[in-house]
């Protein structure tokens, strides 16, 4: 039975940082996509950042550009997300996800987590 769970949210002052992990279990994550999604309130869940398989190429949202930093612990079997420069704008929950494919796309994960809350105080 594959499990994620995210942990390291809480709460961080604007223009401090976080690091999200993602600890997978019933799935090797250096064989599949890992995603960070978010949900603020009253907002749809978008994508984050996004670790591929193979050639660990990574993706950004914009809004996560040269802040964020994803990467993957292959003997800890989990994958994390470094967030730098917290803004207000960030406070959601994130999740993390897993799929054959890396996506922007919910659909194309068959894993989730239950989410870590990060709040961001101004």
């Known amino acids: 039975q594959v499990q994620l769970a995210e942990f390291g949210g809480g709460l961080v002052q604007a223009g401090g940082s976080l690091r999200l992990s993602c600890a997978a279990s019933?799935?090797?994550?250096?064989?599949?996509?890992i995603s960070w999604f978010r949900q603020a309130p009253g907002k749809e869940r978008e994508g984050v950042s996004c670790l591929g398989t193979g050639d660990d190429s990574t993706y950004y949202a914009d809004s996560a550009k040269g802040r964020f930093t994803i990467s993957r612990d292959s003997a800890k079997n989990t994958v994390y997300l470094q967030m730098n420069s917290l803004k207000s704008e960030d406070a959601a929950v994130y999740y993390c996800a897993a799929g054959p494919e890396g996506s922007w796309y919910e659909a194309a994960y068959d894993d989730w987590g239950r989410g870590t809350q990060v709040t961001v105080s101004s």
């Open positions: 019933g799935l090797t994550v250096d064989d599949y996509a």
